[in-house]
């Protein structure tokens, strides 16, 4: 009498796992889903709501649980894409729209976080931020100072607030929403970046 192995095959697509390859799998859709979009000022309606899909999925595979409480946060973030149209600067002229990078950076520690546009007019604005209770991922925002052409500082309105809840965060890449309903995706610059 022969024994033998029993082996069964599965038909269809695999059990949902979040492990570090899928998670990696997913940024990398996402990050090719975005890189052709100018981050977001090409995108039209049926392409946002795919990003929007890609992010989602992505959030529910976020590692880190508590994103106000880790070391992670902090630094300065590039932006990559979002859905914000002043950010995008889509009501100026195409001339004066941010050519270069934007960046964020936040510093948890201090609670404080600043917006930078590179050229052609170097706008940035600065803002306090304050966990928000019962929250380990959103922050109401309370913009402080604005900056015109990188030089000219005037002192934010106090009606210049929002919100911004981290829904995906780990080494490299972050993703999170306003409370306007945007949606920011941003990568890790220089995590040693902190202000003052």
């Known amino acids: 009498r022969r024994s033998g192995i029993v082996m069964t095959m599965r038909i269809g697509p695999p059990s949902f796992r979040n492990?570090?390859?899928?998670?990696?799998?997913?940024?990398?859709?996402?990050?090719?889903?975005?890189?052709?979009?100018?981050?977001?000022?090409?995108?039209?309606?049926?392409?946002?709501?795919a990003i929007?899909?890609?992010?989602?999925?992505?959030?529910?595979?976020n590692p880190t649980k508590e994103p106000l409480n880790s070391e992670l946060l902090s630094g300065k973030w590039e932006l990559k894409y979002t859905t914000s149209a002043s950010i995008l600067g889509k009501k100026r002229k195409p001339f004066l729209r941010p050519k270069g990078p934007i960046y964020q950076t936040i510093d948890a520690a201090s609670l404080k976080?600043?917006?930078?546009?590179?050229?052609?007019?170097?706008?940035?604005?600065?803002?306090?931020?304050?966990?928000?209770?019962?929250?380990?991922?959103?922050?109401?925002?309370?913009?402080?100072?604005?900056?015109?052409?990188?030089l000219l500082p005037f002192k934010a309105p106090a009606s210049a607030k929002g919100s911004l809840d981290t829904t995906f965060l780990d080494e490299d890449l972050r993703i999170s929403r306003g409370d306007?309903?945007?949606?920011f995706v941003l990568l890790m610059e220089d995590p040693s970046v902190r202000l003052k």
């Open 113 to 150: 976080a600043k917006n930078q546009e590179s050229g052609p007019l170097f706008n940035a604005v600065e803002a306090a931020l304050t966990p928000k209770e019962g929250s380990v991922s959103e922050v109401d925002v309370q913009f402080t100072w604005f900056k015109i052409l990188g």
């Open 52 to 61: 929007d899909k890609l992010a989602s999925e992505l959030e529910r595979m």
């Open 19 to 49: 492990t570090r390859s899928a998670r990696a799998m997913k940024k990398a859709q996402l990050l090719v889903a975005i890189e052709p979009l100018q981050r977001g000022l090409l995108a039209d309606e049926d392409t946002v709501e």
């Open 180 to 183: 306007k309903g945007n949606l």
